[in-house]
């Protein structure tokens, strides 16, 4: 079959949730439900963080970051898949495909820095904390959160352009829930030795570079706390990363659970579903981790909650 031009290339076939139709309202129903409540938990961290003077702090700051991150990274996907569940076929446009892989890989590499700062910021505040307000000061962190930005974005410019590139065969059926530059790729008719090349090196590097200054990070932080003499010295500092261990354990494992599915399973479905708990169960429990297992956050809430009570507001 010859390859036709990618300029012919007018849409591309998502893999459909389900084929029962009696099925379809129950999954409308329960992705809708996840959307809901991971915009309104993570909306509720950032007013809390933005509210609460005592949270304005480097950690909330990239803490509330985070939490419109991974806004912005469920809507990428799941209004998609919601519009799907109520059409009659699981087309999306050749534009629009392009836009839903440039945010995905923005935001799913963001998110990935974005713990590796946290991660940093609880290294300075727990094994330098004379110097800590110095360190991490408002510049500063603005300046992290920027540069990480720049880089996701750049990286997925690059690979969105070079997408661009490739021709397509008459086959364009993308066995995902949603546009995924892998997947994309893969269906190609054109050479994409280039791509792979790029895709893979970029994939070590933006997922690498972090994940070790985490690594890092932490292997510091248990050094320094082990050396504490007192108990609730000990305690205070394990309490302050435990939240961000756990979003770090949930993103990198459910992540690396999306790839291994890949590569040892033949069943484009069960590889789908992994890649769908991927980008949607993070983002949803980011918010339920943090504010249940932080004090300062659960009264920050808890007067987010007062406050929009008084506003009518029935909670």
């Known amino acids: 079959m010859e390859p036709r031009n990618q300029t012919s290339v007018s849409e591309f076939l998502l893999l459909a949730l389900t084929e029962d ?8 129903s329960l992705f809708l439900s996840i959307y809901l409540v991971t915009v309104l938990g993570n909306l509720l961290i950032i007013l809390s963080v ?4 005592h949270l304005h702090t480097p950690m909330y700051f990239f803490l509330a970051n985070l939490s419109f991150t991974d806004i912005c990274f469920s809507t990428t996907t799941i209004p998609k898949m919601l ?7 699981q087309s999306i446009t050749y534009a629009g495909c392009l836009t839903q892989v440039f945010f995905v ?30 360190i991490m000061n408002p510049r500063h962190c603005g300046l ?4 990480s930005l720049f880089v ?20 364009r059926a ?23 090349i790029f895709l893979y090196s970029a994939a070590t590097i933006l997922g690498g570079v972090p994940l070790s200054g985490i690594i890092f990070s932490y292997t510091q932080i248990v050094s320094s706390i082990l050396r504490m003499s007192s108990a609730g ?20 494992g459910t992540g690396l659970g999306t790839y291994i599915s890949a590569a040892f399973t033949h069943s484009s479905r069960k590889t789908a579903v992994a890649s769908m708990m991927y980008t949607t169960v993070t983002p949803m429990m980011n918010p339920f981790i943090y504010s249940l297992r932080n004090r300062d956050m659960k009264g920050a809430l808890r007067n987010i909650m007062i406050k929009l009570s008084a506003l009518g507001l029935d909670f």
């Open 21 to 28: 139709l009696e099925l379809q309202p129950l999954l409308f």
């Open 50 to 53: 933005s509210s609460d003077p």
């Open 174 to 196: 993308i066995p995902y829930f949603f546009c995924e530059v892998v997947q994309i790729i893969k269906i190609a008719c054109s050479d994409t030795v280039i791509n792979n």
């Open 152 to 171: 996701t974005t750049v990286d997925a410019l690059i690979h969105s352009l070079m997408v661009l590139n490739l021709s397509f065969c008459t086959h």
């Open 83 to 89: 519009v799907n569940l109520q059409a009659p076929n």
């Open 105 to 134: 890989l923005v935001f799913a590499s963001l998110e990935s820095f974005l713990l590796g700062v946290m991660a940093y910021d609880r290294y300075v505040a727990i094994c330098h904390p004379l110097t800590y307000t110095v």
């Open 233 to 252: 010295g000990k305690y205070k500092a394990f309490s302050t990363c435990g939240s961000h261990l756990s979003v770090v354990s949930l993103f990198y």
């Open 144 to 147: 992290l959160i920027l540069l």
